[in-house]
């Protein structure tokens, strides 16, 4: 007597000619070309195409018996619809129970993209359609930016998917790309009871609505040798990491375990892990928990004008830090005008740091303290 089918999708692609074919790995029972299959976490249905094996190439079979891995040409048009992870059954015969472990991908980092001509909007729409076919995690939705006018707010499952995401648009559709300072998804409890979901910091509702923040937590693995405990002790410190334990694997490496806000250790973490252990350390997170916290908006004022796509969610105790790196950044980007223009950072419209961009022009009255107003003048219509 056989047991009824079960199948886990470990990999799938998009085929221009087969539609999407998945790898799987036949657990019990068996996969014929003729039969009816059926998706567990969707229930949707599919008549396969082709079932096959890999030896190397792609090569068609009969059937695949259980202990098998092979593919699967499904003729569906969507990546989404054949998730990794999920279990193909019968759908004559279905399985009571599908294989555990299986999770819907979530999106945990998100960004704005925007072309940096505008006239390539069209054309970074149907590049997402058609990376989407080929990856089922990405999502992404229409956003406009008084700054940097229309683009798209997309999700990634984290910083190297978010990285890939940018290269293969800029590669494989030779488009040239703007990308927002990534942010992760906030959970704003507002005065009235509702709660927001909010990825975006322009999107978040004004300080006087609002009654708690609460944000992503991770559960942070860190691998090293011994002699780099203190510098990453300090670095997850400073990043507002909570210390849980330190595991000895050998007599040389450690793992140190932390709980760390998602949105700390989105920038330049990783980077700062690899330059203080010169390149020996790695790091594993894993999603833990919503935590409330002392956050706010910060905004940039460039010239007087906030910039609504430099905006960004700080702890407040971090304002003063991170406004001032931010405007110190952009004084070094920032073309220089024919007068002085002031970058400012500011919360609930108080401005906590302040730089300069220099104007392009010498300034002749420097030198002119008081005095008759035809010499000024004739400095001015000199330059």
Not at 312 to 341: C, M, N, W
Request: glycine fraction near 6%; charged fraction near 25%; charge should be negative.
């Amino acid at each position: 007597d056989e047991l009824p089918l079960r199948a886990l999708i470990f990999d799938s692609h998009y085929d221009s000619y087969k539609g999407v074919v998945s790898y799987v790995r036949v657990v019990d029972g068996v996969i014929r070309a003729d039969m009816e299959l059926q998706l567990m976490s969707t229930g949707g249905q599919l008549a396969p195409l082709e079932v096959g094996v890999f030896a190397p190439d792609m090569r068609p079979v009969a059937e695949l018996r259980a202990g098998d891995v092979g593919y699967l040409a499904t003729g569906l048009k969507n990546v989404r619809e054949c998730r990794v992870g999920d279990t193909v059954t019968s759908a004559a015969e279905p399985s009571s129970e599908a294989l555990p472990g299986f999770q819907p991908a979530k999106p945990m980092v998100f960004a704005g993209l925007y072309p940096v001509d505008n006239a390539d909007y069209v054309e970074l729409r149907e590049s997402l359609e058609k990376l989407q076919l080929n990856d089922g995690s990405l999502v992404y939705e229409p956003e406009s930016s008084v700054a940097l006018n229309m683009g798209f707010r997309c999700g990634f499952l984290g910083l190297l998917h978010m990285e890939i995401v940018q290269e293969r648009l800029e590669r494989e559709y030779g488009l040239d790309l703007l990308a927002t300072s990534p942010s992760v998804e906030y959970q704003i409890l507002r005065n009235d009871g509702e709660v927001l979901t909010v990825d975006n910091p322009a999107a978040m509702p004004s300080p006087d609505q609002i009654a708690e923040i609460n944000e992503p937590w991770m559960h942070l693995s860190l691998y090293t040798p011994k002699e780099y405990i203190g510098p990453l002790m300090e670095l997850c410190t400073t990043r507002r990491g909570q210390y849980d334990r330190m595991e000895y694997l050998d007599p040389r490496r450690v793992v140190l375990y932390y709980y760390i806000p998602l949105s700390e250790i989105l920038v330049d973490f990783h980077d700062q892990i690899k330059s203080r252990t010169r390149g020996y350390a790695s790091m594993d997170y894993t999603f833990q928990e919503y935590r409330p916290g002392n956050l706010i908006r910060m905004d940039v004022l460039v010239n007087g004008e906030p910039v609504d796509a430099l905006s960004i969610i700080v702890h407040e105790d971090q304002s003063y830090t991170k406004g001032s790196a931010l405007v110190r950044k952009l004084k070094q980007v920032l073309p220089s005008q024919q007068f002085v223009v002031p970058v400012q950072a500011a919360v609930f419209g108080r401005v906590v740091a302040r730089a300069n961009v220099p104007a392009v022009r010498k300034d002749v009255l420097a030198k002119c303290y008081g005095g008759d107003i035809t010499r000024k003048r004739k400095l001015l219509e000199k330059q």
